[in-house]
């Protein structure tokens, strides 16, 4: 078995690749896709052989496919991911588990777990997932990664499986800021020089779920970003809290999930795993009067952001409240003390349509702990940079 085989992170079956341009940007480097892009004339799994068995080989690939291949990259092969995307874990009842090469006894996070892993493993040195949810960043903080999620539609979703489109990215995941930043040139199709950041917001709320022992992981980070980017300074960002905007992100994201997808669920009747299923139960269950209000605070959450994030501004706080939870542990556990405080802060650039790195600054219980930056819509190029920047330090 090789090592990339040893992780468990790619798909079962005869390894997918594809050579890159004979030269390029990336001319040289081997990336992985998560299993819900497409390649062409192959067919794409969406982490389930019931989607599998039932979509036939794509005519072409994936945008964000092919301006990886077209600058040079070498595709070595496609990665596992979460049932349909509808978890954080990365454990998958169908492939299982992808190791976390950073912290073994633990999950790697999902839906983007094979790419992740894979990443973090040297299997390839970079790789593709999606992010709607959280679907980058919790896995870059649970593997110890640099990880992006863009602005909301600054990638072409074009061959990627739709999800939640007024939320989905598509993100990758570097072990080094410096290639994080390279890759994200090409895929944004963006060479402009970033405009650096000036300015620097730390979400009172956001740093408020934290344990003693994360908030005290984070503090030399948070000097780091003061030193090397911009001063930062604390503000309240919500008179309502972050439960609420998870609620209302939740809630939209599930109504259009169940749209996405709902048809060919009751259709083929697939078998999911703990916690995926009782998801798509509840996604099934949206009112749609509770769609209205949500969207309604939408437009005032992001009204909010608009205000706060202005030209030159990131948000300096937590990817997620708590490092990886162990495998294994049971579903409604991690639902409660996992899960549900996660999205508190993955919903804030879901909601906003907001571009978010996670830099891997920070270890708490020995296993990574990861510090973001979110940024107004547009300001891609800039976090990359200021994460480079960061890291070079």
């Known amino acids: 078995m090789s090592g990339a085989d040893a992780l468990g992170a790619f798909i079962p079956g005869p390894r997918l690749a594809r050579p890159g341009a004979a030269s390029g940007v990336l001319a040289g480097l081997a990336f992985a896709v998560k299993d819900v892009m497409d390649v062409a004339g192959t067919s794409t799994g969406n982490g389930h052989p ?70 973090a493993g040297g299997a390839v040195d970079f790789a593709l997932g999606t992010d709607c949810g959280g679907s980058v960043r919790v896995p870059s903080s649970y593997c110890g990664l640099f990880g992006m999620r863009p602005t909301h539609g600054r990638i072409p979703l074009d061959g990627v499986a739709p999800f939640a489109p007024s939320f989905d990215c598509v993100g990758w995941f570097a072990r080094d800021a410096a290639l994080l930043e390279r890759v ?55 008179t309502d809290g972050l439960d609420a905007w998870s609620a209302t992100f939740r809630t939209l994201q599930a109504a259009e999930i169940w749209t996405s997808v709902g048809p060919w669920i009751e259709r083929v009747r697939p078998a999911f795993g703990p916690g995926v299923k009782e998801r798509f139960d509840a996604a099934r269950a949206v009112a749609p009067s509770a769609v209205e209000a949500a969207a309604a605070r939408r437009i005032a959450i992001r009204s909010r952001l608009r205000d706060l994030l ?67 819509a547009g300001s891609d190029t800039a976090l990359l940079r200021a994460a480079s920047v960061m890291a070079g330090h």
């Open 50 to 119: 019931d989607w599998l068995a039932t979509h036939p080989p794509a005519t072409r690939s994936a945008v964000a496919v092919e301006r990886l291949l077209a600058a040079g990259a070498s595709l070595a092969g496609k990665t596992i991911a979460d049932e349909l995307c509808y978890s954080l874990t990365g454990e998958n009842v169908h492939y299982g588990t992808p190791l976390n090469p950073a912290a073994p006894d633990r999950v790697p996070g999902g839906s983007s777990s094979g790419s992740a892993s894979a990443t």
């Open 184 to 238: 994200g040139r090409v895929l944004l199709a963006d060479a402009a020089p970033a405009l650096p950041l000036t300015r620097l917001i730390a979400p009172r709320e956001a740093f408020g779920l934290l344990s003693p022992e994360a908030a005290a992981a984070l503090e030399p980070s948070l000097r780091l970003a003061q030193e090397t980017i911009a001063p930062c300074e604390e503000i309240a960002l919500t």
């Open 310 to 376: 202005q030209p030159g501004t990131a948000f300096l706080m937590p990817t997620v409240p708590r490092p990886a939870p162990l495998r294994g542990m049971a579903t409604a556990e991690v639902e409660v003390t996992t899960r549900h405080l996660a999205m508190n802060l993955l919903c804030i650039a879901g909601l906003g349509g907001l571009p978010q790195v996670s830099l891997p600054l920070a270890q708490v219980d020995g296993a990574p702990f990861g510090l973001s930056l979110v940024g107004p």
